[in-house]
């Protein structure tokens, strides 16, 4: 239910949406403007227990209905979505700050998500095997679980919860979602379309809060598994405390994303996409590009020379500002003043470190935009594998180029590096591609792509420390995570 200025957002717990008692709030305001948007309340352990016990109630009839009934409200739901798009991209630019493009990408995703968890009848159907021993059938069935937590950031109001929302309740579990404090709005309207698409009451339920909301979702005993996305400091406490109580678990985290640019690439092509792959949605995206790898001197040359002069023709402002509608790429502002002083001590610290400065970002002022925050595109070159910003994941406009003298030493970097979200290469070389898909360390590749998300029905996920979990999000990876294999091997004598 939409707040007034002075009204906090509601929780929605079992059909209705209810004011949180006596809870401290957060002011929302949109980081382009520092417009007071709404206020949202902090929900203490006792509303997650109120949520979760009545998640617990519905999950005994919702699991035992008959999952083509379970999918009907998603169908609905796509609709809703395709409906009031406009107005979904509009609430979660003003409160996030990313294009409208960008919101309107991210809304697309979160759609396909949907319309690929309608197809449940198919996706959770298990295997048999006739006669695996003398007289005796073998068969897997997938049955859900119970109850999931889903505990999503501020950079994807919308697209994060959609990962995981659909594909939980289209196998038959119940959802307690918690969505980033800072933009609530997004997923604060989906609800409502939720409620409109159908859902029984108890199925889907919307908390409000922060951190210790979280911790409540984490270690309570009638949850049976979490779904989290942030940085991977945080993802691996949610591993181990839901590991310490005895919950799965999914927990995607931090990315530290190279391109890598071989002598072959088309350098003008490779540079409009490189540009928006690193500086769209202000960097603020775990598959942003925060690093490019060149290889070869005269390709290392022509590339900082091209990015550069790119980057610099790049729009900062505010991205529902009607002077800047035509604009092909906009940056807008990062989420709040505090990430703002974060990004730009990390860009301090590398000056100070010795790293040079192309172009500066800092205390970066848009016209008419006083209380916004915003950092302009940053590019720091020949920084060195190990350096802080070449390890340390900034989520900002802020970009590196490094040079290397061949391809296994690019890839050498990317596998050396902690992270392990997203990699790219250029090539029109189809041994290069082949090398680099198969050898680099990072759970999705671009072969000239620079963002290289995969669709709804594949999975996303990266490797090593990007990751705390053994199943990734979305696609069939979602229908393992959020349903239980149950084997049964079974034999029948001839009646007497």
């Known amino acids: 239910m939409t707040a007034t200025l002075h009204t906090p957002l509601q929780n929605y717990i079992g059909g209705q ?16 403007t520092g417009e007071l948007l709404t206020h949202v309340p902090l929900s203490s352990p006792t509303e997650i227990d109120k949520a979760v016990d009545a998640a617990r109630n ?20 796509a609709t809703l979505l395709r409906e009031h798009g406009d107005e979904l991209a509009r609430t979660l630019t003003r409160e996030m700050g990313k294009s409208l493009p960008d919101a309107g990408a991210e809304l697309k995703r979160a759609t396909e998500n949907v319309e690929v968890a309608c ?46 929302l659909p594909y939980a309740v289209a196998a038959g579990n119940t959802v307690v ?35 210790i909301a979280a911790q409540a979702l984490l270690e309570h005993n009638d949850v049976d598994g979490i779904s989290f996305v942030g940085s991977s400091t945080i993802a691996r406490h949610v591993a181990k405390t839901c590991a310490d109580h005895g919950k799965r678990y999914q927990a995607l985290g931090s990315a530290k ?8 690439a088309p350098r003008e092509k490779v540079v409009a996409n ?29 590339i900082v020379e091209r990015f550069v002069t790119a980057a610099k023709k790049a729009v900062v402002g505010d991205p529902l500002d009607p002077a800047l509608a035509n604009e092909g790429l906009v940056i807008g502002p990062v989420i709040s003043a505090a990430a703002k002083q974060r990004i730009e001590q990390l860009i301090d610290q590398g000056v100070a470190e010795g790293e040079k400065l192309l172009v500066d970002g800092r205390n970066h002022q848009v016209q008419g935009k006083s209380g916004g925050h915003y ?87 990266g490797m ?21 294999s149950k084997i049964v091997t079974q034999r029948y004598w001839p009646s007497l």
């Open 17 to 32: 949406w209810l004011q949180v008692p006596a809870a401290d709030t957060l002011a929302v305001t949109n980081p382009a």
């Open 464 to 484: 090593k420390k990007s990751i705390y979990a053994d199943i990734k999000a979305q696609g069939r990876a979602g229908v393992n995570f959020f349903t239980e």
């Open 177 to 211: 979602l918690k969505c980033s404090e800072q933009v609530p709005m997004t997923m604060n309207r989906v609800m409502e379309l939720i409620e409109q698409a159908g859902f029984p009451d108890g199925v889907v339920y919307l908390v409000h809060g922060d951190k």
């Open 119 to 164: 197809g449940m009848p198919s996706l959770i159907q298990g295997e048999n095997v006739i006669g695996c021993a003398d007289g005796i059938d073998g068969e897997v069935i997938r049955l859900p679980i119970g109850v999931f937590g889903i505990i999503t950031p501020f950079n994807f109001p919308l697209m994060v919860p959609f990962w995981f």
């Open 375 to 461: 950092v302009g595109p940053t590019i720091f070159v020949d920084v060195k594998p190990g350096s802080t910003l070449e390890q340390t994941e900034i989520f900002g406009p802020v970009v590196i180029i490094m040079k290397f003298d061949s391809l296994d030493d690019a890839i050498a970097a990317i596998n050396n590096h902690p992270f392990g979200n997203g990699a790219s290469i250029y090539t029109q070389s189809g041994h290069h591609a082949r090398r680099f898909k198969l050898e680099a360390q990072a759970g999705m590749i671009g072969i000239n792509v620079g963002i290289p998300a995969p669709v709804a029905y594949l999975p996303f996920g």
């Open 58 to 77: 519905a999950y005994k009839i919702w699991g035992l209905t008959p999952v083509a009934t379970r999918c009907r409200p998603l169908f609905r739901l």
């Open 274 to 302: 490189m540009l928006t792959s690193s500086l769209g949605c202000a960097g603020q995206r775990c598959m942003a590009a925060s690093v490019i790898a060149c290889v070869g001197d005269e390709t290392y040359d022509e």
């Open 257 to 264: 994303n190279y391109l890598v640019v071989m002598p072959d």
